[in-house]
């Protein structure tokens, strides 16, 4: 159907407005833990982009995509092995920290501050959903869940992504039928629910040092 077609298309334009917004006045980006298709490649980008990821083959898909201006094949556990303090005015995790145990993710936040001389822009699921390996790549699994609350007290502002959390399921697929009403809700609710973090799917939390 036309209408699917054009709501699977356009599902995620929220989003990529959102984050656009948020590094409008950044010049460098740091895409940590990229993977293949990072959103960065849906923008109008106007910045440099450096992507590092442990998977080589995601690494290999994203150059072929050419959606970064440089690559690092490395563990973004030891962020501060590959990149210098205040080195980009940006630094971005998206649908990464919840593949780490909580303490692991802390100590990567904390690294991820250590690099950016702006932001840190975070996405992730509200809450824990499971989540085993995917495509072959055994750093896709699920290991811990966030809340708005967790971000919060680590000083990052919290919005909501998504629409509404609870008709949406594993790698966030909508749960009920017909997939045209639900996706359709989903769709054109999610600016509201935009404000209601905690009744999102998804969290996008902002750490500013200045503006």
Known sequence: ?????????????????????????????????????????????????????????????????????????????????????????????????????????????KKMERVARKRIIILTPNGFYHQDHLDGNPHQEHKSGWRREDLERLGYKVYGLRGLKSIRGEHATIKYKPWIFWGFFSFISEPIFYFFPSYSYHLFAVKSFYE
């Open 1 to 109: 159907m036309i209408v699917e077609s054009l709501i699977r298309k356009y599902q995620d334009i929220f989003f990529y407005k959102v984050l656009e917004r948020n590094l409008s006045n950044c010049f460098s980006v740091l895409d940590v833990g990229c993977g293949a298709d990072s959103p960065l490649g849906k923008l109008g980008k106007t910045f440099y982009s450096e992507g590092i990821d442990i998977y080589k083959p995601s690494i290999s898909k994203s150059i072929k995509k050419k959606i970064h201006d440089k690559y690092i094949v490395g563990n973004i556990s030891k962020l501060d092995k590959f990149y210098k303090a205040k080195s980009f005015d940006a630094v971005i995790a998206l649908d990464i920290i919840e593949h780490f145990k909580k303490k692991d993710a802390l100590t990567l936040m």
